[in-house]
Nanobody, 126 residues
Framework: QVQLVESGGGLAQAGGSLRLSCAAS????????MGWFRQAPGKEREFVATITGSGGTTYYADSVKGRFTISRDNAKNTVYLQMNNLKPEDTGIYYCAGNRRLTAVVITTTGEYDYWGQGIQVTVSS
């Protein structure tokens, strides 16, 4: 079993930056494809970014492309989401997720992920 714990959320002004981290337990982290999702009040959880187990391939939602960067450090069992040029519409609870079956595939759907963090709040003020 893998446990995921997010950190780094909080309040930012529009145009500002935040960096989210997601620390994973266990020794199989490099085999996990990892993703970030977010959920705004009253809306469904949506895909933000994903990265393969090796870190060689990344994929982003159009709404964050060019502003957010997903990366990982397998030696530290951690995946990151660097968020720049934040907008009020980026506000929501951010979740990291892991897939143990598809190491080298980008995954954008919530149903394909096996592990989820508890989520962390990101609020962007205008």
């Amino acid at each position: 079993q893998v446990q995921l714990v997010e950190s780094g959320g909080g309040l930012a002004q529009a145009g500002g930056s935040l960096r989210l981290s997601c620390a994973a337990s266990g020794r199989t982290f490099s085999r996990l494809s990892m993703g970030w999702f977010r959920q705004a009040p009253g809306k469904e959880r949506e895909f933000v970014a994903t990265i393969t187990g090796s870190g060689g391939t990344t994929y982003y939602a159009d709404s964050v492309k060019g502003r957010f960067t997903i990366s990982r450090d397998n030696a530290k069992n951690t995946v990151y989401l660097q968020m720049n040029n934040l907008k009020p519409e980026d506000t929501g609870i951010y979740y990291c997720a892991g897939n143990r079956r598809l190491t080298a595939v980008v995954i954008t759907t919530t149903g394909e992920y096996d592990y989820w963090g508890q989520g962390i709040q990101v609020t962007v003020s205008s």
